[in-house]
């Protein structure tokens, strides 16, 4: 059964930071663009950070250039979200999704596996 789940979401202090984990399980990581995506309350789903199966070429919405890093380890089929400096206004559920293409395009219908998201909030 292919599966992700995210880890590493919680509570933090405006300036803090969070590193946040997607493992796959039942498919290989390697195969596929990943990309994290969030949604506020009350907001549209927005693509945060995605990177490429062929390259490791990565896209970085413009809101988190220069604080959010993005990574991948195949050996532990996992992907990372280093997010620093963080503000309320990333407060959000972070989701992870692989796509199985080389892109770093956000478009979450190229998408195919979801994990079910983990709650960042940021809040003094």
């Known amino acids: 059964q292919f599966q992700l789940v995210e880890s590493g979401g919680g509570l933090v202090q405006p300036g803090g930071s969070l590193r946040l984990s997607c493992a796959g399980s039942?498919?290989?990581?390697?195969?596929?663009?990943i990309g994290w995506f969030r949604q506020a309350p009350g907001k549209e789903r927005e693509g945060v950070s995605c990177?490429?199966?062929?390259?490791?070429?990565?896209f970085y919405v413009d809101s988190v250039k220069g604080r959010f890093t993005m990574s991948r380890d195949n050996s532990k089929n996992a992907v990372y979200l280093q997010m620093n400096s963080l503000t309320p206004e990333d407060t959000a559920v972070y989701y992870c999704?692989?796509?199985?293409?080389?892109?770093?395009?956000?478009?979450?219908?190229?998408?195919?596996?979801w994990g079910p998201g983990t709650q960042v909030t940021v809040s003094s």
């Open positions: 999704a692989a796509a199985p293409r080389g892109t770093v395009a956000p478009i979450a219908e190229w998408y195919k596996y």
């Open positions: 039942g498919f290989s990581l390697d195969y596929y663009s």
């Open positions: 990177i490429s199966r062929t390259d490791g070429r990565t």
